[in-house]
């Protein structure tokens, strides 16, 4: 199993610019989410999807969009880029039942100049 | 909303001390307290949780504890060793709302 996978690891955006972040998984998990990691304030939750085509608003969810078109995919889409938007995004997955129990993918650092 | 409160944001100890890290949270209906450990550059880990209808939880030099009047919970750490120098999160969750609410992390340094 490759677990939670994130590309890319790094990337630069110049402001106004938009991307995807891709995230997957093999574990057949129901729940994905994505957090954004930001110095001094722990993970915030941006999004957040418990099965294929049901997705949910976070605690910080503006200028970015979700979809789930599948169980394996949660990309995580920035319209917009900010110079706030500057941090590090991970994607975790969980059984369904498991919520406390994430699996973190090794993180994208994105810089948004 | 939830809101989870971590101190210290900095601990530094000697090799073999023990290391407390404290938590409280807001909301009444939580139970679910995970535990999480960041390796500097690394993801988060799960290292230990706790659920309310517990009050005390072990796994070698790691124990978590949790008082549900008082809306605090606590990891510590005993003989601490330098490879446990990282970053830990405290969160909270609870039943049917699939997220996890984090602590702003605290910085353990090991010093040997």
């Known amino acids: 199993n490759a677990g939670v996978t994130q590309t890319p690891k790094f990337q630069v955006l110049k402001t106004g610019q938009s991307m995807t972040l891709q995230c997957a998984q093999d574990?057949?998990?129901?729940?994905m989410s994505w957090y954004r990691q930001d110095p001094g304030m722990g993970l915030r939750l941006i999004h957040y999807s418990v099965g294929a085509g049901i997705t949910d608003q976070g605690e910080v969810p503006n200028g970015y969009n979700v979809s789930r078109s599948t169980t394996e995919d949660f990309p995580l889409r920035l319209l917009s880029a900010a110079p706030s938007q500057t941090s590090v995004y991970f994607c975790a997955s969980s059984l369904e039942g498991r919520p406390y129990e994430q699996y973190f993918g090794p993180g994208t650092r994105l810089t948004v100049t | 909303g939830e809101n989870v409160e971590q101190h210290p944001s900095t601990l530094s100890v000697q090799e073999g001390d023990s290391a407390v890290i404290k938590c409280t949270y807001s909301d009444s209906a939580s139970n679910y307290f995970p535990w999480y450990k960041q390796e500097l550059g690394k993801r988060p880990q799960l290292i230990i949780d706790?659920?309310?209808?517990?009050g005390e939880k072990k796994d070698q030099r790691i124990a978590v504890t949790l008082n549900k009047t008082a809306k605090h919970f606590s990891l510590h750490i005993t003989e601490t060793q330098p490879e446990d120098s990282a970053v830990y999160f405290c969160a909270a969750s609870k039943a049917g709302r699939r997220a996890l609410t984090f602590g702003s992390g605290t910085r353990l340094q090991v010093q040997p």
């Open positions: 706790i659920r309310s209808n517990v």
């Open positions: 574990m057949n998990h129901e729940y």
